[in-house]
């Protein structure tokens, strides 16, 4: 099966909505802005199905309770029972047998392209 570059949203539009998802090769799949930075991942979580680009991108907390701390790096918190993914492997920080599928992303010419 042979990969190419999906045009899925203007990047004024990602900027403005904060995620776009998009059909491509028949998987939904949502662009997320780490910062200034677009990240591509499957939008459904592997735990129950959510919409996984509905939730948040913020930085990852660990810990037990009353003594949590920021671990430094960036997740996108899944809104249905918060599990944590992160954008660059799609790997669960607490679960590495749960997985999202990430795809390559790029802007050219102001518009947000995914490889898959």
């Known amino acids: 099966m042979s990969r190419s570059w999906h045009d899925v949203a203007s990047l004024e539009q990602l900027r403005r909505d904060g995620s776009v ?28 199905g959510a919409p996984l680009c509905l939730g948040t991108v913020r930085e990852r907390e660990a810990g037990t309770p009353g003594s949590y701390r920021f671990e430094g790096r960036r ?38 392209l995914v490889e898959a």
Do not use: T
């Not at 996108?76 to 590495?96: I, K, R």
């Not at 749960?98 to 802007?107: D, H, I, K, T």
């Open 21 to 48: 998802v998009a059909r491509v090769g028949g998987r939904e799949i949502g662009v997320v802005l780490d910062g200034d930075q677009p990240k591509a991942i499957r939008n459904r979580c592997p735990h129950m």
């Open 75 to 112: 997740v996108l918190h899944c809104p249905w029972h918060g599990w944590e993914f992160d954008l660059d492997s799609g790997v669960c920080p607490d679960d590495a047998r749960m997985r999202a599928a990430v795809y390559p992303v790029r802007v050219s010419d102001g518009r947000v």
